[in-house]
Every structure is written in structure tokens, then in C-alpha cells.
């Protein structure tokens, strides 16, 4: 099981999706940034270094919003989706082919990681936060 930790963040009424790049298992499609957590590593340290990496943001991360334990033909991912705010920075793209900030609303308009189906689901029913 490959340890996977991702951060929803948050811009008013819009979360931050990113387009996985071509050349990479389930290139295309899209999903929440971030990425393995090393061994020795813990997971908010991991999703603080991914979104660096990915994106050259610093984020503060905070709670969980969902956990999701998924099957892929190659390797089965255990996927901690945690919430995080920017707290310096502008996206970029340094790993991914695209990124967007879309609505709950908007979810269908893209394909996203079968990992993530279940966390899409969750946040079709629920509000947006209030910052």
C-alpha cells in the first residue's frame, strides 16, 4: 500500500484541482495536488514539501476532510485528503499539465482519478467553507 497524502484547497467557493501530466500513470486526468509521503515521513510534512515541489506554494495544513483506500491495477493507494490554505505564493505549473479552480458544481465537467470519486462525492453535498 503506497502511503498518498493530497490537499483541498480552498479560494472562496473554488477548490484547486490539478491535470496530472501526459507521460505518467493516469496522465490526464485530474486530481488534488500532491503526492507520496517518504518513508520516515509525516503526512502533513509531506503534503507541505509536495505542494513546494508541485506548485511553489507554501501551505498551512489543517484537518482531514477523507480518507480513501483505493485499487488501481498497479498499486493500491491509501489517500489522506487534508485541507490546506496558501499561505504564500501562486500556483504554478512545475509538475502538472494544468490546473483550475473549480465549484462543487463543476466536478462532472472533468475526469478525475478513480481514487478520488468518493471524495468528489463528499463534496458535491457539502458547503463550501467560510473563510
Given at each position: 500500500?503506497?502511503?498518498?497524502?493530497?490537499?483541498?484547497?480552498?479560494?472562496?467557493?473554488?477548490?484547486?484541482i490539478?491535470?496530472?501530466?501526459?507521460?505518467?500513470?493516469?496522465?490526464?486526468?485530474?486530481?488534488?495536488?500532491?503526492?507520496?509521503?517518504?518513508?520516515?515521513?509525516?503526512?502533513k510534512?509531506?503534503?507541505?514539501?509536495?505542494?513546494?515541489?508541485?506548485?511553489?506554494?507554501?501551505?498551512?495544513?489543517?484537518?482531514?476532510?477523507m480518507?480513501?483506500?483505493?485499487?488501481?491495477?498497479?498499486?493500491?493507494?491509501?489517500?489522506?485528503?487534508?485541507?490546506?490554505?496558501?499561505?504564500?505564493?501562486?500556483?504554478?505549473?512545475?509538475?502538472?499539465?494544468?490546473?483550475?479552480?473549480?465549484?462543487?458544481?463543476?466536478?462532472?465537467?472533468y475526469?478525475?482519478?478513480?481514487?478520488?470519486?468518493?471524495?468528489?462525492?463528499?463534496?458535491?453535498?457539502?458547503p463550501?467553507?467560510?473563510?
Amino acid at each position: 500500500m503506497v502511503e498518498v497524502v493530497a490537499a483541498l484547497i480552498w479560494n472562496n467557493d473554488r477548490f484547486l484541482i490539478c491535470q496530472r501530466p501526459a507521460h505518467k500513470a493516469r496522465g490526464l486526468l485530474w486530481e488534488f495536488v500532491g503526492g507520496k509521503v517518504e518513508p520516515g515521513e509525516a503526512q502533513k510534512a509531506a503534503l507541505i514539501r509536495e505542494c513546494q515541489e508541485e506548485l511553489a506554494v507554501a501551505v498551512s495544513v489543517q484537518d482531514v476532510f477523507m480518507d480513501v483506500i483505493h485499487s488501481y491495477p498497479d498499486l493500491t493507494v491509501h489517500l489522506t485528503l487534508f485541507n490546506a490554505k496558501i499561505e504564500s505564493g501562486t500556483p504554478q505549473l512545475l509538475e502538472h499539465n494544468d490546473l483550475r479552480w473549480i465549484t462543487a458544481q463543476q466536478i462532472d465537467l472533468y475526469d478525475f482519478c478513480p481514487a478520488d470519486e468518493p471524495i468528489l462525492l463528499a463534496l458535491k453535498s457539502a458547503p463550501a467553507p467560510q473563510d
